[in-house]
Structure formats: C-alpha cells, structure tokens
C-alpha cells in the first residue's frame, strides 16, 4: 500500500477542555499494575461510574476494574479477564476493554494479543486481535466467547495488522464499531476503521477504506454526538514521533462530522497533550468520553516520565480526567 512517508503535523486548531484535574486520580503501583495502568473506558450503570483500563502487571497486561461515585476518587477491585493459555491467541495479553450493555447483556471487548515485548514490561505488540466476553452484569463475572472476532485485513492493507479496541454505537437496528487498524511495519501507520453488524457479537462487515487517511496516525476512538449543532465527536490518540524518531502517543485529538460514515481529516483540534496537563512529560495517550452530571467527561492515560528507548512512554502510566461544559461545539 502506498501512503505517505511523513508523519502528519500537528492541527493548527486547539480546543482546551474546561477543566483538567490537576492529578491522576487513578495512579499505577498495585499488584495488578505495578508498571502501569492506561487504556481507559468509562462507563456507568445505576448511579455507579466504572472505568476498564489497562493494568500492566508483572507478567502480562490485563483488563482491570475500578469504580467511583465522582469520578476522580476511584477504587480498584482488580483483574476482569486472564490471558488465554498457551497457543491460544490471547495467550499474550486480555487487555484494554470496552464495556457496553445491549437488552440487558453485558459486552467487554478487549484487545487480544498473542506477541509481546517481554519481561519487564510485556507490551502487547502486533497483531491486535478484538476478544469478546460477556456477563449479566458489569462486576463480571466475564466469560470469553471469543479471541478473534473481526478478520485481519490481507497483506499489505490498511488493516493488516491491527483490528482492535471498537467503539460500538447502536443506531437503526445496526451495530456500529469504529475500531483501531494499522499496516505492519517496519513503518506503520494507523487509522479508524468501521464495522456494522446486526449483532453485537457479529458477524461484522467491514467498510472497505478507513475513515480518515491513514497518515493521521490515529488509534482508539471515544464518540458523543452533540443535538445542539447535529455533529458527532470522535476523540482519539495521535501517535507521533520525538527527535530521535521514537514513535510515542502524543496527545488527544477531536475530530467532528455530521455523520459517522464520512469524516474530513481538516476538522480536528488538539484537546490534550503535555502543553496542558500539569503532571505530564511527554506521553498521553487513549481518550474516553462519558456524559455525567450535564458535563462531557474525558477520560486519559499519560505519563509523568519522559519517553524513553526502552518503554517509549508506554509503561509506568497513570490515568486522568478533564471534562467540557456542553453543549459541545467545534473550536473557533
């Protein structure tokens, strides 16, 4: 596949969140996240607010789970899902974990990873597969119905080496998934893919070009629509690069359209990067957005240390929050 050899500069639009908390309010260091907790995803049931994240353990990532009354206190009750066993495809991680309940069922869909980097950190790496588990109720327990539920693309397509981390919208009868994809490497390059289909267990159709060009660099969507203009929001992580070339995600981005089916990549602002987090060096990564208390909340991973060869600010995160006052509008 052809694509562009540059990777694309950053927005010339800012669009500042109205508040940041000015510290992580969930920090990493537990048994289940000793070197990190990261990969966010909010969501709330019977006045309880839940968040899945990332915890990067001692011998493997995991999807983990927290709860809080506010938001910004939040207590850890541990490991949701366990890796597969050996030769399976999850054998390497069940981590990340969008969490979303249809006609009273449960669906955690999580990224499934069969490689990783190994010890000490065990960071998941190509290909990202998208497990399924289900439950009746969002304390779990989980069971896996699948380790592989969407096809990677052929060789040398746009989602060869990636199909992950879906967002799931269910509008008109149709499941919506908008989900992470990318090429392999040596370079890669990364993008929003979409699904539709008539079950959220599938089977998924998948659109044959991406949502925005895959030069955007962009993984892990979160999306709100907004009925005082008519636009959707699709926040996301931008991955750049640092002088040395080291690719790391950089900031949060937001992208706006009036329909989930066709996005201009000219419609987008930076809403958080290390210019206004007050505890973070570099890295900041996988946003989610939730609706509470008539604000926008955002949840985020960064981390407090620079970006480094050895975990290229992939370990040792913390998990932070900022929100919008809505109605929510594109920036000026």
Known sequence: MKVNTNVSAAPLRRYEPDYIHPTPVLEHGDRMDSNGAREIFLFEHEGLFYMHYDGNGEKSWSCCQA?????????????????????????????????????????????????????????????????????????????????????????????????????????????????????????????????VSDSPSGPWELSPEPLLPLEEQLENASLYFEPACALWFMFVNHVGRDEKGQEFTEAVWVYWSPSLSEWNAEDKAVVLDASNIPWVTQAVGLPSCLIADGKLWLGFDACKEPVNAINRGNAHRDLGMARFDLPLRPPE
């Open 67 to 195: 709860v809080s009354k506010d938001l910004i206190h939040w207590e850890k009750r541990g490991e949701q899902l366990e890796p597969g066993l050996a030769g399976e495809v999850d054998h390497g991680g069940a981590c990340y974990g969008p969490t979303f309940c249809f006609e009273g069922k449960w669906y955690l869909y999580y990224v499934s990873v069969e490689n990783t980097s190994g010890a000490p950190f065990y960071i998941p790496a190509l290909p990202y597969r998208t497990g399924l588990a289900v439950a009746d109720q969002p304390e779990g327990p989980w069971t896996k119905v699948s380790t592989d539920l969407f096809t990677l693309g052929g060789v040398g397509s746009w989602n060869e080496g990636c199909i992950c981390a879906p967002y799931i919208i269910h509008q008109d009868g149709k499941y919506l998934a908008f989900y992470s994809a990318s090429t392999t490497g040596p370079d890669y390059y990364r993008t929003i893919g979409l699904a």
